[in-house]
């Protein structure tokens, strides 16, 4: 019986992730502050095309995904997840919550997503159900082509955040806390929900 329970728990802190890692980018999005790099594109995309936020999130999930292909990736159970759920949960928040329009508002909005998010990361990695779509891309090119971890990421993560800025994505303060913070943030997480996982990037 314990045995069997184990699969489920890992199957709940997986959903619980996800679902916790979409309301947290409704909230950043909604304080209006700067969000991650990823989000960015999202907002740049709903400006040029009008499709919703949660739909283009699973969109860009989707691509990404088929870009391991040429890279010889493997998606696991959480891959898949995450391109079918963080988009409708990151919906949901956005129809849940309101903008934040007070500086107070704003800062508390924003410091509440970034923590969600962590919270978040630290139950999806701790899963052990497979990366996200996105992480894949990053450790694919990485075992492809030898590039190091945090050149292959910065330089993603930079294009794909002026594309989207040139699109009219929301780039601000947040952006740069998000940058600076999530890092350290995702490790306390890890060590809580995962103490075996070294400190990892979001699951975005």
Known sequence: MKRAT?????????????????IAIS??????????PWDVLTQGLVHQTGLAFGLLTNLIGIAVLALWWPLRQRPGLGTVLNVLLVGPSAQFGLWLLPDAHAWWQQVAFFAAGLGLLALATGLYIGARFG????????????????????AVRTGIEGSVLL???????????????FALLIGPLVGRSLRWFEPRA???PAPA
């Open 27 to 36: 909230l950043m999005v909604r304080a209006g502050l700067g969000v991650a």
């Open 163 to 177: 594309a989207g800025w040139s699109m009219g994505g929301t780039v601000g303060l947040g952006t740069l806390a």
């Open 131 to 150: 990366p996200g779509p996105r992480d894949g891309l990053m450790t694919g090119l990485h075992a492809r082509f030898g590039w190091p971890v945090w």
């Open 6 to 22: 184990l699969p489920a728990r890992r199957l709940a802190k997986l959903l619980l992730g996800l679902f916790g890692y979409g």
């Open 198 to 200: 070294a400190v990892a």
